[in-house]
């Protein structure tokens, strides 16, 4: 009398490991946020939106972009590390909130522990620029006049390598300028090109309108090599600042514990995306070379840029100014 009831229940039981691959296969079944650590305007919101378009449509769900700005970009870091690892919030994690501010300031999160990363979205310089009144042509005037006028020349910044690669410039080259916090990438560039500020560290994306009206003048590239679309700008270091060199970056990242079949999903639609003729064109249009490298390439990325910051961090005492 008993058999049929427990040859029910060992039906049922049998059928628990289809049902959960089931489950786990169903991911994605409802939007997926792309939290962005600044304000709306800026390279890495920009790169989130080209990206995100091309995307979700691989995906089969709605990518949809919240910007929580703040801190540097550590209040949206912060806030994605202590998400749900579903899958359902990602992170489009930028250069200095992901490696560098846990070393200059206190921060609840680490950037490579808290997260599972999933692939380098894109590369671009900054450009170090001045406003046309400036009487300053090139980057070894800026540093003599910064030298004549101590403390009396401001340079704009959204937090991050916006302000970082300035406090590295003014510890490289031994001068006193003072630094402007703005909560975007485009509102400070627009402040610098309005003469509220003498000089900005701006990323190319926040930079090219300006320069292309005449608004600023580039003095030099903060990356290793000069830039494609300005090849006649220098580098910093070959501009008067030796062994100077700031890249930045932008990334896509889980929660740590999010599942590797999802971060690979992730990871391939994202690299889809980069090669699609279209997307690649906007984001060169911005100023952002396309990344697309696997998670455990990019975990690497991430873990030795962690390690030159912190030695750097270490080695110079610098400090960001809050």
């Known amino acids: 009398m008993n058999n049929p009831i427990r040859c029910l229940a060992a039906a049922l039981i049998a059928l628990l490991p289809i049902s959960v691959a089931t489950a786990q296969t169903a991911w994605p079944a409802k939007p997926i946020r792309v939290v962005v650590p600044f304000a709306p305007g800026g390279i890495t919101d920009s790169v989130a939106r080209i990206l995100s378009a091309k995307m979700q449509t691989l995906l089969g769900q709605p990518m949809l972009i919240e910007n929580k700005a703040g801190a540097g970009g550590a209040i949206a870091t912060d806030y994605v590390a202590k998400s749900t690892p579903d899958g359902y919030t990602l992170l489009m994690g930028s250069a200095a909130p992901q490696t560098l501010l846990q070393f200059v300031q206190k921060v609840g999160y680490d950037g490579l522990k808290d997260f599972a990363p999933i692939t380098t979205a894109n590369t671009n310089p900054l450009v170090l620029m ?193």
Request: with cysteine; proline share 6%; aromatic share 8%.
């Open 130 to 322: 001045v406003h046309p009144s400036l009487p300053a042509h090139n980057v070894r005037e800026l540093i003599a006049l910064a030298k004549s006028r101590p403390g009396k020349l401001n340079f704009a910044g959204a937090g991050g390598l916006t302000q970082f690669s300035g406090e590295i410039f003014k510890y490289q080259a031994g001068i006193d300028i003072v630094y402007v916090a703005y909560k975007g990438g485009a509102p400070a560039t627009a402040a610098a090109a309005a003469g509220d500020c003498e000089i900005t560290f701006a990323n190319y994306s926040d930079a090219l309108a300006h320069l292309k009206a005449g608004r600023l003048r580039a003095l030099g590239i903060t990356g290793s090599r000069r830039f494609p679309q300005s090849p006649d700008v220098p580098t910093i270091a070959e501009a008067g600042v030796p062994g100077y060199g700031v890249d930045s970056w932008n990334g896509l990242f889980a929660p740590a514990g999010t599942g590797a079949d999802i971060v690979h999903r992730i990871a391939t639609a994202a690299q889809q995306s980069m090669k699609d003729p279209v997307t690649h064109k906007r984001m060169d249009d911005i100023g952002a070379e396309p990344g697309g490298d696997t998670p455990e390439q990019f975990r690497a990325f991430v873990q030795a840029e962690m390690q030159k910051w912190g030695n750097f961090v270490k080695q110079t005492g610098i400090k960001i100014e809050q």
